[in-house]
T-cell receptor, first 111, second 114 residues
Framework: GQNIDQPTEMTATEGAIVQINCTYQ??????LFWYQQHAGEAPTFLSY????GLEEKGRFSSFLSRSKGYSYLLLKELQMKDSASYLC????????????FGKGTRLSVIA | DGGITQSPKYLFRKEGQNVTLSCEQN?????MYWYRQDPGQGLRLIYY???????QKGDIAEGYSVSREKKESFPLTVTSAQKNPTAFYLC?????????????FGPGTRLTVL
């Protein structure tokens, strides 16, 4: 079956660094996505990993280890506006196919 | 402006009534998707379509129906057979470029069945 695990909730302080982990067990692997979703809004794309290693994009970085079925999203210099849910999603088939989503991690940034 | 539109943003219906949620995209994307999101839950796939006049069931298709008569449009009907229809419904679309296909999401429709 398909299984994507993330912590349910995390809290971090403004200005700090936080790492959100994601482990996956899927029938195939053709890329891992991270999305940000503010309450009541649509998810917005943050990052994509298909090869092992770190992808950096401003304050956000994402890491992938395919052999371990593991990814993390790293958020630096946290701001209050980073309070949101972060969704890990895997594309388990090639082609224009659906993503398999984890349940999301709700991050609260406190002063 | 290219994008995905869903209407309405909020929808209320009485129990036992069918309701159709609209999803339109002008991104020229081939594939379109419907997801359902419940509080504290991730996105669960209802239906998807990779090409006009063709669609496949997702993990939770029971009680829902779709059509794909035009590339731009992928309406979702929530029927009275859906036991617990109150949820946040998200439509998405994607196009494959090489081996990459990012999904873009519409703003969502929050359906409440009274």
């Amino acid at each position: 079956g398909q299984n994507i695990d993330q912590p349910t909730e995390m809290t971090a302080t403004e200005g700090a660094i936080v790492q959100i982990n994601c482990t996956y067990q899927t029938s195939g692997f053709n890329g891992l996505f991270w999305y940000q979703q503010h309450a009541g809004e649509a998810p917005t794309f943050l990052s994509y990993n298909v090869l092992d290693g770190l992808e950096e994009k401003g304050r956000f970085s994402s890491f992938l280890s395919r052999s371990k079925g593991y990814s993390y999203l790293l958020l630096k210099e946290l701001q209050m506006k980073d309070s949101a849910s972060y969704l890990c999603a895997v594309r388990d088939h090639s082609g224009n196919t659906p993503l398999v989503f984890g349940k999301g991690t709700r991050l609260s940034v406190i002063a | 402006d290219g994008g995905i539109t869903q209407s309405p943003k909020y929808l209320f219906r009485k129990e036992g009534q069918n309701v159709t949620l609209s999803c339109e995209q002008n991104l020229n994307h081939d594939a379109m998707y419907w997801y359902r999101q419940d509080p504290g839950q991730g996105l669960r796939l209802i239906y998807y379509s990779q090409i006009v006049n063709d669609f496949q069931k997702g993990d939770i298709a029971e009680g829902y129906s779709v059509s794909r008569e035009k590339k731009e449009s992928f309406p979702l009907t929530v029927t009275s057979a859906q036991k617990n229809p109150t949820a946040f419904y998200l439509c998405a679309s994607s196009i494959e470029v090489g081996d990459y296909n990012e999904q873009f999401f519409g703003p969502g429709t929050r359906l409440t069945v009274l």
